[in-house]
């Protein structure tokens, strides 16, 4: 287990996005919350300090919680390589599939407790009674009796689940609702992946950093050296690239993207599919590939992933990248040619969000294809941008999209024609792309910063610190 710091941020540039009033909601409630809690730390502990959307979540709103006046820490638990296997597929029984298909029994449980004993033992080193700890999904779920021993309140926050419960979810259940049932309350982000055994459930939705370098606003410009100088379009430019970011230092962007494609990089002007994902069945990248193909469009596909063995709790990303890959290459040339696979460096996580950034925005049509997803963090981060946007009616998303006003729904996520034709109305229907693309950054702007989500939190400490 260790301790993953948060950077040092200021409120300005936060109060240029919400406004003054939102500002002083948000010191207000969190001051409140910070004075019940005194000298005591609310612990976040989860399984990995890179890739996915729990991580970029506690990147972003720590150091904005620190900054409005609340003590926030972050732990992360390790394990070897058999914790992070079952603890893969456990998540992937959450979500209502097979996953790698191998067993959760006495044996795998038994693996799991050592792993989760070994990090116990180094939590008696950072929790003190009165803190409140906040465990992140199924990984880390066997710590929450350990940190109720020390005199702890507890949360476990899920950030996954299914839409329709079935022997997979009831597998995963029967594994991790006997840890689960030690916290004082639990938290989802949508009411349709509530299960039975979760004791005092709330809902509290995600939301995104409009100041960091993820969500920042770039210029045109911007846009066109960063993806030149990381080879994902043609571009004149040579690396480094300095971004300044509103909060932090400038970012140096510099590494080359890991690009498989047949053929020189498309120009700029070319217009881009992008769908951003980890490398992860959920995802389905491959899905998306066929979509696009079926389209029929003009232009390009980027398929894009965190580097795989950067996530270092995600051991299938290399097996779904490689599946990705030899079903590109059995693509006819002529569809090959317009399909790109773009892995992107992890070694410095603010560049990285800034390659991503700068992809959101440069696409022409933004697809979320996924199978399951708890909150899809890279929906709303494409809306914030405002693009158009075509996402599949699972989990979360169907809560932060509004089908034909803020983006288009894919009502069955397996539907590869309805998916095709989403892409062609978005690509083609330039007056729907634009109006969903603005109604989607409006959509953004009222419920997805992280003053709301931070607030919701702090209502949530203040009751169970009590
Ligand atoms: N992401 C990233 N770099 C990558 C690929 C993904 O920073 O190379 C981010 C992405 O922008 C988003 C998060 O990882 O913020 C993924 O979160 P999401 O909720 O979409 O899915 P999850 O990975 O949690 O299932």
């Not at 953004?444 to 209502?459: F, K, M, S």
Request: hydrophobic fraction near 40%; proline fraction near 8%; charge should be neutral.
């Amino acid at each position: 287990m260790r301790e993953v710091p948060f950077r040092r941020i200021s409120l300005a540039p936060y109060e240029q996005v919400l406004g003054e009033d939102r500002i002083a909601r948000l010191r207000a409630g969190i001051g409140r919350t910070g004075r019940l809690l005194g000298e005591r730390t609310v612990w976040n502990v989860n399984s990995t300090a890179a890739g996915g959307g729990v991580a970029e979540l506690l990147h972003t709103l720590g150091p904005l919680a620190r900054a409005a006046g609340l003590n926030v820490r972050w732990l992360v638990v390790d394990g070897d390589p058999e914790y992070y296997a079952i603890a893969k597929r456990l998540v992937s029984r959450l979500y209502g599939i097979p996953g790698d298909g191998g067993p959760l029994g006495p044996e795998e449980l038994r693996h799991y407790r050592r792993a989760i004993d070994a990090n116990a033992a180094r939590l008696t080193a950072h929790v003190r009674p009165g803190d409140v700890v906040i465990v992140h999904d199924a990984q880390p779920a066997g710590l929450i009796e350990a940190a109720r021993d020390l005199g702890a309140s507890v949360v476990w926050r899920c950030h996954i689940g299914s839409d329709t419960p079935n022997p997979h979810t009831e597998d995963g259940g029967a594994f991790v609702g006997p840890f689960v049932a030690h916290a004082d309350a639990t938290v989802f982000s949508t009411p349709a992946h509530v299960p039975g055994w979760a004791p005092r459930p709330r809902i509290i939705a995600p939301s995104i950093d409009p100041c960091g370098p993820k969500n920042m606003a770039l210029t045109g410009e911007q846009v066109l050296a960063v993806l030149g100088a990381t080879g994902i379009i043609d571009g004149g430019r040579r690396p480094p690239v300095t971004v300044p970011v509103p909060i932090g230092p400038d970012v140096q962007v510099r590494r080359p993207a890991l690009v498989l494609r047949d053929g020189p990089p498309p120009p700029a002007g070319t217009p881009m599919v992008v769908q951003v994902s980890r490398w992860d069945r959920l995802k389905d990248m491959g899905g998306v590939m066929r979509a696009f193909v079926a389209s029929g469009v003009d232009g390009h596909l980027t398929l894009a992933g965190a580097d795989v063995g950067g996530v270092a709790d995600d051991p299938e990303a290399a097996e779904l990248y490689e599946q990705c890959r030899r079903a590109w290459q059995d693509l006819p040339p002529e569809h090959r040619r317009r399909c790109q696979l773009v892995c992107l460096p992890m070694d410095d996580l603010r560049e990285n969000a800034v390659v991503v950034n700068a992809l959101q925005r440069h696409a022409a049509v933004v697809v979320q294809k996924s199978l399951a997803e708890g909150f899809g963090l890279t929906a709303t981060e494409a809306m914030w941008k405002s693009r158009p946007l075509l996402a599949a009616a699972v989990g979360g998303l169907r809560d932060q999209v509004q089908d034909g006003r803020t983006g288009l729904l894919l009502t069955d996520s397996a539907d590869l024609d309805g998916a095709a034709e989403g892409i062609r109305r978005l690509s083609t229907d330039e007056a729907l792309a634009g109006r969903l693309g603005a109604a989607a950054r409006e959509w953004v702007h009222e419920r997805y910063l992280p003053d709301r989500q931070l607030l919701d939190w702090a209502e949530l400490i203040q009751s169970v610190a009590a």
